[in-house]
């Protein structure tokens, strides 16, 4: 078996070949990925649902647009959320996944999180790669990998995220973000 180089806390950002109406111009936040396989949120998929409708006490507590983003097309009924705490220690109720991006259990009170909240995004479902299915799609080159930020999370224009990830990458990347939305009208 070869050896998995872990790519947690990265952004995989669709290229525009990429058409799975899943994942079309997606830019996901990888949570976990190793020899298993690899877990991760779309960051710009938001719904009309409020989140303080399904979550009571987390809706005052999430960033604007304070709605249910579509984590991807895995487990559509549960909830991840995802914050961003400065500092070196987090508070109970939350763990450190990349930096200052880290999961919050949502079963914690949230009184318990809310003075150390920089930002917080709830999630129904996730996007789920088995054990070397991401390498195969990275190889086939559906993905772009790079930094994240933690301002990608509480990106408050969600829908333009996919051009400002890759608007700020150098080179080639940068060019990309200029991709029309649809290529045969040009």
Do not use: C
């Not at 960033?63 to 961003?84: H, R, T, Y």
């Not at 479902?125 to 790079?146: M, R």
């Not at 829908?159 to 080639?172: C, D, P, S, Y």
């Amino acid at each position: 078996m070869t050896e998995v180089s872990s790519l947690t806390g990265r952004l995989l950002v669709a290229t525009p070949a990429l058409t799975d109406p899943n994942f079309e111009r997606a830019v996901v936040l990888l949570l976990d990925h190793d020899e298993k396989g690899s877990l991760g949120v779309v960051l710009n998929r938001p719904t009309p649902v409020d989140v303080g409708s399904v979550l009571d006490g987390w809706g005052e507590l999430a960033g604007e647009p304070g709605v249910v983003f579509q984590g991807g097309p895995v487990a559509l009924d549960s909830a991840l959320g995802v914050a961003v705490i400065p500092g070196e220690e987090g508070p109970l109720g939350w763990r450190r996944v990349h930096g200052a991006i880290g999961l919050v259990d949502l079963e914690a009170p949230p009184e318990l999180l809310a003075a150390a909240l920089g930002s917080l995004r709830i999630f129904a479902g996730y996007a789920g790669w088995g054990p070397g299915q991401l390498e195969n799609e990275l190889a086939e080159g559906a993905w772009y990998v790079v930094e994240s930020e933690p301002g990608d999370v509480s990106a408050t224009r969600p829908e333009g995220l996919w051009r400002a990830v890759l608007r700020r990458q150098r080179g080639k990347l940068a060019m990309i973000a200029t991709y029309p939305d649809d290529p045969s009208l040009n």
